[in-house]
């Protein structure tokens, strides 16, 4: 619940980016990612009344922050925003982030789209990625913030706090050893 309950109001429709986009490996359902899901018909999911738990409690960003605009659902913005759970991440801003994904044939970069949303979301303690599909850049912590609270090296004064705050927050996603402070 990172990003807050579903907004009143804000439903699917037929949007069903998420049932192509996404990996989904779960003990009742899984399918692989960008590859349409078995279930999908023209009009939508075809097992609606009885999807897989997984199906009945995902939703999209979009669905849960208030600040995004309508026009950032992923069928609308060639966008999709999700919470991204990883069991063994690479580093501690890959434990627990937002992933902000760009969908083929999406203008979201060269509209601005892109670029707003990823300032409504790196507001907060949580790290924002974004993936155009070949690569993967961590847009929130900034670099220096990060490069900091990843090498444990001391923080200048002015940045002291915010690399103190991402360390607390994260150090569960630590390599093991206690975080550094600075």
Same mark, same amino acid.
């Given at each position: 619940? *990172? !990003?807050?309950?579903?907004? %009143?109001?804000?439903?699917?429709?037929?949007?069903?980016?998420?049932?192509?986009?996404?990996?989904?490996?779960?003990?009742?359902?899984?399918? $692989?990612?960008?590859? &349409?899901?078995?279930?999908?018909?023209?009009?939508?999911?075809?097992?609606?009344?009885?999807? $897989?738990?997984?199906? @009945?409690?995902?939703?999209?960003?979009?669905?849960?922050?208030?600040? *995004? &605009?309508?026009?950032?659902?992923?069928? @609308?913005?060639?966008?999709?925003? +999700?919470?991204?759970?990883?069991?063994?991440?690479?580093?501690?801003?890959?434990?627990?982030?937002?992933?902000?994904?760009? *969908? %083929?044939?999406?203008?979201?970069?060269? +509209?601005? !789209?892109?670029? @707003? *949303?990823?300032?409504?979301?790196?507001?907060?303690?949580?790290?924002?990625?974004? +993936?155009?599909?070949?690569?993967?850049? !961590?847009?929130? &912590? %900034?670099?220096?913030?990060?490069?900091?609270? !990843? +090498?444990?090296?001391? /923080?200048?004064?002015?940045? /002291?706090?915010?690399?103190?705050?991402?360390?607390?927050?994260? /150090?569960?996603?630590?390599?093991?050893? $206690? %975080?550094?402070?600075?």
């Amino acid at each position: 619940m *990172l !990003l807050g309950p579903l907004v %009143p109001d804000r439903v699917c429709g037929d949007c069903t980016v998420c049932c192509t986009v996404l990996t989904v490996n779960s003990p009742d359902f899984a399918k $692989p990612g960008g590859v &349409p899901c078995q279930h999908l018909t023209e009009r939508g999911c075809g097992i609606h009344a009885v999807r $897989p738990t997984i199906c @009945r409690t995902w939703f999209c960003a979009w669905r849960r922050v208030a600040e *995004l &605009p309508d026009a950032a659902r992923p069928d @609308r913005s060639g966008l999709l925003v +999700s919470m991204n759970f990883v069991d063994r991440p690479a580093n501690l801003f890959e434990g627990v982030s937002i992933l902000v994904r760009l *969908l %083929p044939g999406s203008d979201a970069i060269r +509209s601005g !789209l892109a670029a @707003r *949303l990823l300032d409504t979301l790196c507001a907060q303690l949580v790290p924002v990625w974004f +993936s155009d599909g070949a690569e993967k850049m !961590l847009m929130h &912590p %900034p670099a220096d913030v990060a490069q900091l609270v !990843l +090498s444990g090296e001391p /923080a200048p004064g002015h940045l /002291a706090e915010e690399v103190a705050a991402w360390r607390e927050r994260y /150090a569960v996603f630590a390599d093991g050893s $206690p %975080p550094a402070t600075g």
